[in-house]
């Protein structure tokens, strides 16, 4: 057997709605419900964004610290990563919930386009966000839209401003940034061996119908794996998802294929150098 894979599972996000599936969990006490199925199924990471009950995007910090004690009690060991995507809220709201010291939170270190807008990480704003993240003790995972994000990164951690490693997600299929390109992907793959060290974690998300797509190409080349509703709604073009563990329960099965073990939670708290629950 491989090595353990680490599935994240991206819960909620901030643009699906249940008019697009009615099983994206959108209050609190939906988001623990459907994590811990998913944390059962093998995820070990909870990717969260949290929403309004309109189910427009919160940056509320006392929702984040809601879900924070839910999982801690339902899903005992999992990483907790808080988003602090852009869609969230401007500026330094985006942040608000890293006194709340989850395990890992994105960052997002560079602009791009995104399907109908520009996506704006400004130098200043992710600077102060990479600076919370010291403050407060919590892992960035790097989200990388395009390869200049994956280069900055190394530019920051040489400069002290990330905690441990970094942790890259390679972000791949949003309209307007990055198309699931295979040539692409294996230079993202070559490139983070070469900055960061080649036993260096890297995990691979796709957008919409590439989720299967990229879930193939990571955990066959030895990466960690995100699947979930955030990014993709849909088993297949006719049938949408039941759950988010149903779409773990998928990529579950492509670890098997490919000779990997599911890692535990410990296991994977091990690959990030994160503290043991
Ligand atoms: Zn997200």
């Not at 099983?23 to 199925?37: F, K, L, M, R, Y």
């Not at 990717?47 to 004690?69: G, I, Y």
């Not at 280069?151 to 972000?171: I, N, W």
Request: glycine content about 8%; overall charge negative; aromatic content about 6%.
């Amino acid at each position: 057997m491989g090595k353990p894979c680490i599935i994240c599972v991206a819960i909620t996000g901030s643009l699906p709605t249940k008019a697009n599936n009615p099983a994206v969990p959108i209050t609190v006490s939906e988001q623990v419900e459907s994590t811990h199925e998913a944390f059962e199924a093998g995820a070990t990471i909870c990717h969260a964004h949290v929403r309004n009950d309109d189910e427009t995007p919160s940056s509320d910090p006392e929702k984040f610290a809601r879900l924070k004690e839910g999982l801690e009690k339902h899903c005992p060991g999992m990483i907790i990563q808080f988003s602090t995507g852009g869609r969230s809220g401007a500026g330094k709201t985006r942040g608000g919930m890293l006194p709340l010291r989850p395990d890992m939170a994105s960052l997002s270190v560079g602009s791009n386009n995104f399907p109908t807008r520009v996506y704006e990480n400004p130098p200043d704003l992710v600077d102060w966000l990479a600076s919370e993240m010291r403050t407060y003790d919590v892992k960035p995972e790097i989200e990388a839209f395009d390869l200049s994000h994956i280069l900055k990164a190394k530019e920051m951690s040489d400069a002290g401003a990330l905690v441990g490693t970094p942790y890259v997600q390679f972000v791949m299929g949003v309209k307007n940034a990055m198309p699931a390109d295979r040539d692409v992907f294996d230079y993202y793959v070559k490139t983070v061996a070469r900055l960061f060290g080649p036993e260096t974690p890297w995990c691979a998300a796709g957008i919409g119908r590439h989720q299967l797509e990229l879930n193939h190409w990571a955990i066959n080349a030895g990466g960690h794996a995100r699947t979930g509703l955030e990014d993709n709604v849909r088993l297949d073009r006719n049938t949408l998802a039941p759950s988010n563990a149903a779409l773990v329960r998928r990529t579950a099965d492509l670890c098997a294929k490919y000779e990997r073990p599911v890692a535990t939670p410990s296991e994977a708290r091990d690959i990030l150098g994160l503290k043991a629950a």
